[in-house]
């Protein structure tokens, strides 16, 4: 399987460098998405997730680092290569409704991507419009209607419709199912999964919801105040989770078996989530972290491989041995 997308040491600021107040949103994150796979970004809301997604995209410009598309550091190219490249990476965002112009029709704004790339024009224009309302379960008849006619989980199947148009490879899904209702939720993240299996695609998937995620994701990254402190096959980070941190977020995933969680042991964090324009020295979880010990405020744990590819930063995992 070919690597489609590297990140690299990523870092953005708000702010001036140096200056008070200034906020590392994103800080040294690295790690690749091979293509036709998803990787679930998960954690607090103010970890970073979405700026990481924004950066990626180029949509909010990365102080350092680099991220690499098929090969290409987009954040050494100009305006007009990042224009070319930016028909092949989408998004979803979490409000549709905020992010369809309510004074088109659907069927011009699912249009409007493809007038901008030329690529089809015409009555081949309708019905590729057509084509592309079909494939994400929405009739002809919604081409004429309006964004404000639309219930919530239509108006999510016409933003993925509008990603879809310009036949991308890479789609960000910025917490996409969080504004729906449980059951449209389970509909979307089917669609999203035939949609992949259909057409090749590679997802990066933001979200706070941790069964959603472990239901769509073949990797699970986890961040914390702008840093990933985690990363695994879904299956490790829901069965062996090795930081601290993860270890408390899946503590409060609910088990449909009442005798099963019954018995389970809720880690509850101390705290709250400390101020990112002054984050702890060391390891910056371990305000809040209930193993932590006195070297964790002196010491930014490096990454500790755990084996098949899952590693964490924690160093309470010190000589743990790695597994096959």
Known sequence: MSTLLEIEDLEVQFGRPGAP?????????????????TLGLVGESGCGKSTTGYAILQLVRATSG??????TDLCQIGKRDLRRLRRKMQIIFQDAHASLNPRMPIGD???????????YRGKARAGRIRELLDMVGLSGHFFERYPHELSGGQAQRVAICRALAVEPELIICDEPVSALDVSIQAQIVNLLQDLQERLGLTYIFISHDLSVVRHISDRVAVMYLGKIVEMASKEEIYTAPAHPYTKSLMSAVPVPDPDIESQRQRIILKGDLPNPANPPSGCRFRTRCPVAVAECAAIEPPQYPLGGGHWAKCICLKGVPAHA
């Open 66 to 71: 680099r991220v690499l598309f098929g090969g």
């Open 21 to 37: 107040g200034t906020v590392k949103a994103v800080d040294g994150v690295t790690f690749s998405v091979e293509k036709g796979k």
């Open 109 to 119: 704004l699912i249009g409007e991507a493809l007038d901008i790339h030329g690529l």
